[in-house]
């Protein structure tokens, strides 16, 4: 049977469409179902303008009410039952999908999660754990919003998951885990820091110490781990310098004959480095933590970075990421 990912339709900038486009790409791609949660009626006259998909591949699961991005979370789950975030929890909860893809509300989509699954067995807060390119390869940052604030046990459960995670999803034996600070040295940092070092040094975890900011994406570590505030503006800061660089270079090489007949010749190299940094390469970021698989996708995700994060929720369910994170877990 085909594994069948729910999808909060309603969830992102471009929904409804830009979510159904990259929906019916990501069927095409893998071997997979999707169950499109939203306004029923809505969703009929956006699948409309795409070719017919048979009912056992793509679905529709009715959802009147849509939680708004500056909604508050809490009081809009409440007001809205039949919410797509909420309705989509559900499929997941009673064994209709195996996973969850939103590009929605980021705080609907984690207390819906956690009301819907609960957490792990010794798991206080789920964490986003957020996939990072590297001059190696790729490495986790976690958390990357869940949590704004944290306690220093807290941020020993993001390694303990970080580690499981980058053996699952980036293939890591034994993951190097580095705890962001403004210093190497292990007594840097704020009281957080400080204590959270302390007791991952205790952990089993391989952990190699304190990272600086400019190590995240040097592959020093394979897990990065944060407070879901630093990791936040880490992520935006690095997003906002890759776009500001790419629109400098793209002035420069368009400035004179000379850098025009040079850009043909680093076009190519241009479009790999494009592709490496690009968010919408990974699609989505799994919650991990909760009791359930949910994978939460930027709020500008295009249908490129839809279908990547569907295909990626496939591919964790398949090798069964819950279990596995539990799992890992059960043996420290």
Not at 214 to 233: K, P
Request: charged share 25%; aromatic share 4%.
């Amino acid at each position: 049977m085909r594994t069948v990912i729910a999808v909060d339709a309603m969830g992102g900038d471009r929904a409804p469409e830009a979510v159904v486009e990259g929906a019916l790409a990501a069927v095409r791609r893998v071997d997979a179902a999707v169950t499109l949660v939203g306004p029923a009626d809505r969703l009929a006259d956006e699948l409309a303008r795409h070719d017919a998909c048979p009912p056992d591949v793509v679905s529709v699961a009715d959802a009147p009410d849509v939680v708004a991005m500056h909604e508050s979370p809490l009081a809009a789950l409440r007001r809205k039952p039949r919410s797509s975030i909420r309705v989509a929890t559900e499929l997941v909860a009673t064994g209709r999908a195996s996973a969850l893809f939103t590009a929605g509300h980021s705080g609907a989509a984690f207390l819906a999660a956690r009301s819907a699954f609960g957490m792990l067995p010794g798991i206080d807060r789920p964490a986003l754990a957020v996939t990072v390119p590297t001059h190696t390869g790729a490495a986790v940052l976690l958390d990357a919003g869940a949590n704004l604030e944290c306690r220093p046990d807290h941020l020993v459960q993001f390694g303990l998951m970080g580690a499981a995670y980058a053996e699952v999803a980036l293939h890591r034996e034994r993951p190097r885990v580095g705890l962001l600070s403004i210093g190497e040295e292990a007594g840097k940092g704020n009281d957080l820091i400080r204590e959270a070092h302390a007791r991952l040094s205790e952990t089993p975890l391989n952990f190699i110490g304190n990272l600086e900011a400019r190590d995240l994406f040097t592959g020093r570590a394979d897990v990065v781990v944060c407070d879901g505030f630093t990791g936040n503006i880490a992520l935006k800061v690095g997003e906002g310098l890759i776009e500001a660089a790419e629109a400098m270079l793209r002035e420069e090489l368009g400035a004179a004959l000379v850098s025009q007949i040079g850009a043909l010749f680093v076009r190519r190299a241009f479009r790999r480095v494009r592709q490496r940094v690009d968010y919408a390469e990974y699609g989505a970021a799994p919650l991990v933590g909760v009791a359930g698989l949910v994978l939460v996708g930027h709020g500008r995700s295009s249908p490129r970075a839809v279908e990547n994060g569907i295909t990626l929720a496939a591919r964790l369910a398949e090798a069964g990421l819950v279990d596995r994170l539990r799992g890992a877990l059960a043996r420290v």
